[in-house]
């Protein structure tokens, strides 16, 4: 009789166990998704992009700070300009901007940097410049628009 009761108990106990395995296995650790990749936030834009114009050159400049990286490092800084002919303006036209500086970032001790570009104008010319930061793979938005008039 007694070694009834023990086989019954351990029956009891391997169905308690089986039970419990088979919760685990359905519940599982909550609910079932797609995997998704890693989120990437691309670098905030320069904000704060002026121009200071001295006889027929321009002198960008430009603050940024650790504070306004995405999720990588920022790599540097795209300068892009546009220009048109002062005699033949078209107001409300759309400009094409085409690349011309690349410029490394280099962090201030206090994280920000203040960045610099120069560039020399041609008489009668209006040009545009605008800056996008880059880190690997993203990009901001593009800064604001300053406008320099070659004398």
């Avoid at 009891?12 to 419990?20: F, H, V, W």
């Avoid at 834009?45 to 504070?67: C, H, I």
């Avoid at 033949?88 to 011309?100: A, D, T, Y």
Wanted: aromatic share 10%.
């Amino acid at each position: 009789m007694i070694s009834g009761k023990m086989q019954a108990n351990r029956f009891s106990i391997k169905l308690l166990i089986t039970a419990m395995l088979l919760c685990l296995c359905i519940l599982g650790c909550g609910r079932k998704e797609m995997p998704s990749a890693p989120r990437v936030v691309a670098p905030q834009p320069v904000k704060d992009l002026r121009v200071q114009l001295t006889g027929n050159q321009v002198e960008l400049t430009w603050s940024f700070s650790k504070a306004l990286y995405g999720s990588e490092p920022i790599k540097g800084f795209g300068v892009f300009r546009a220009s048109e002919s002062v005699s033949e303006s078209c107001s409300g036209c759309p400009f094409l901007f085409h690349r011309v500086a690349d410029i490394p970032f280099l962090e201030g001790r206090d994280g920000a940097s203040v960045m610099t570009y120069r560039d020399t104008l041609e008489s009668g010319y209006r040009y545009l410049y605008k800056v996008i930061c880059y880190s690997t793979g993203l990009a901001s938005k593009d800064s604001n628009v300053v406008v320099a008039e070659g004398e």
